[in-house]
């Protein structure tokens, strides 16, 4: 455990908190607590998260090895072929569902949205071009293998050539 104060003027403190576990021979950050932000295996060991609620021994689970977050189920499971970075899986319908609600005296829905770019970093702009799937969801089930299995899908596909605020389109 290792407590830093790295600023000590009056009135402008700031310091740090640093866990780390030894694994295997070396020692690997698992927390670090600094003046804007905390951080978890932030030297990026195989290391899983987990919180607990009341009925729910992984209310939220980090596998550190296969870069997914579940909510409830605790696992890295397959549908459609993807292990999804994140998972939401229970036994009954409260605990595999999820909800999005807002609440206004106006007009403004709850939104589910998709976006598409070429670009290959985060936060890129790159156009996209004609025959580009810019959403699908797909209807998986278990067929006693795996839920691999598409039983239907909504896509929804550039139909054009898009422009600034003209995105020419088609659903299937």
């Given at each position: ?49 987990r919180v607990e609620s009341n009925n729910q021994g992984n209310m939220l689970f ?111």
């Amino acid at each position: 455990v290792n407590v830093k104060a790295n600023d000590v003027s009056d009135g402008t403190e700031d310091g740090e908190y640093i866990l780390q576990v030894m694994k295997a021979g070396s020692a690997d950050t698992t927390m670090h607590i600094k003046p804007s932000e905390i951080v978890f295996n932030e030297d990026g060991a195989d290391r899983d998260f987990r919180v607990e609620s009341n009925n729910q021994g992984n209310m939220l689970f980090v596998d550190g090895g296969n870069d997914i977050v579940s909510i409830v189920g605790g696992g890295s499971h397959q549908v459609g072929g993807f292990a999804n970075a994140l998972q939401i899986e229970g036994t009954t319908g409260s605990t595999s569902s999820m909800s999005i609600t807002t609440n206004t005296a106006g007009s403004s829905p709850p939104y589910i949205q998709f976006g598409k770019s070429r670009g290959s970093s985060v936060g890129s702009n790159t156009i996209v071009q004609s025959g580009d799937d810019l959403g699908i969801i797909t209807f998986s089930g278990a067929d006693g293998t795996n839920r691999d299995t598409n039983g239907a899908m909504i896509r929804v596909a550039v139909d054009g050539t898009p422009g600034e605020n003209d995105m020419p389109s088609r659903m299937m």
